[in-house]
């Protein structure tokens, strides 16, 4: 296999598994999982640190260089005999039994989120809005009085009143 993206790949395949399920299982995003394969991104270090927390017994060194199996332990298929639980019973000459180290664990559903309880919180004391100030003297109240009115709308028109 020449790239990373090629043995994610091939690891894939080997576990039987369409890409959003892997990614699912290694809390990945699909579509980061996606253009690793089509080669639009390079696999992080979290990408392949997600990979070796979940499926164990894959071979990191395999998955980054190349080297060695795509899982760690495998035992030669011819050295490991299957074992007779009754050796009067159709005994089968000849057949003997791969030994995987321990196939990864279905991937565990993750925990809901314990929901924090409800804080309750007290209304805060209604305040009368600040006095506005009134004229001190009616020479001052006869000095102001109301130019225009200028009223904005949401559309970002206005309308001005002048009385």
Do not use: C, W
Request: aromatic residues 6%; charged residues 20%; glycine residues 4%.
């Amino acid at each position: 296999m020449e790239t990373i993206a090629e043995r994610i790949k091939e690891l894939i395949e080997t576990l039987q598994l369409s890409n959003s399920e892997f990614a699912k299982q290694t809390n990945l995003n699909p579509a980061t999982v996606s253009h690793i394969l089509g080669g639009r991104n390079k696999a992080s270090l979290q990408v392949i640190e997600n990979i070796k927390s979940v499926f164990t017994n894959v071979n990191i060194d395999y998955l980054i260089t190349g080297e060695g199996d795509l899982f760690a332990n495998v035992t030669n298929v011819n050295a490991v005999k299957e074992p007779v639980s009754n050796p009067t019973m159709f005994p089968i000459e000849g057949v003997r039994v791969a030994s995987i180290g321990a196939m990864p664990p279905p991937a565990k559903k993750a925990a809901e989120p314990e929901k924090p309880e409800p804080v309750q919180v007290e209304p805060k004391p209604k305040t009368a809005p600040p006095p506005t100030p009134s004229p001190t003297t009616e020479a001052e109240a006869t000095e102001k009085s109301v130019e225009r009115i200028v009223i904005f709308y949401s559309d970002g028109t206005f309308s001005s009143y002048r009385p």
